[in-house]
């Protein structure tokens, strides 16, 4: 009865206009991102995150870079979208909406 999409071992677009990045969920808790358009086109890392699940196809995704960044997504694969909310080294923030898109 369930159809939950299947992300580990995908890849998939989040598309923040300005913003965007290609994130392929190698694991339940690695993912590698890699910068799609801005000043860090090309720029790529792969992190170790912590998955939660609010429902199925939900999910609270967050983990730090090692420029000292915190990164927390709420991606919804169901309505192809994630939000993101990022706390840089200088503790800055920026939050963002955008479109998820399966690559």
């Known amino acids: 009865m369930e159809n939950k999409i299947e992300i580990i071992g995908k890849k998939f677009k989040a598309d923040f206009g300005d913003y965007a990045f290609e994130l392929y969920f190698e694991s339940e808790t690695q993912l590698t991102w890699t910068a799609l358009a801005d000043s860090s086109l090309g720029d790529t890392e792969t992190v170790q995150i912590t998955r939660t699940e609010i429902r199925p196809d939900l999910y609270m995704v967050y983990w730090k870079e ?23 080294a200088g503790h800055n923030f920026l939050n ?8």
Do not use: C, M, W
């Not at 963002?96 to 690559?103: D, E, I, N, Q, V």
């Open 66 to 88: 090692k420029s000292g960044a915190r990164v927390t997504h709420v991606q919804d694969f169901e309505n192809n979208t994630v939000y993101t909310n990022i706390a840089d």
């Open 96 to 103: 963002l909406k955008g479109a998820l898109t399966p690559l």
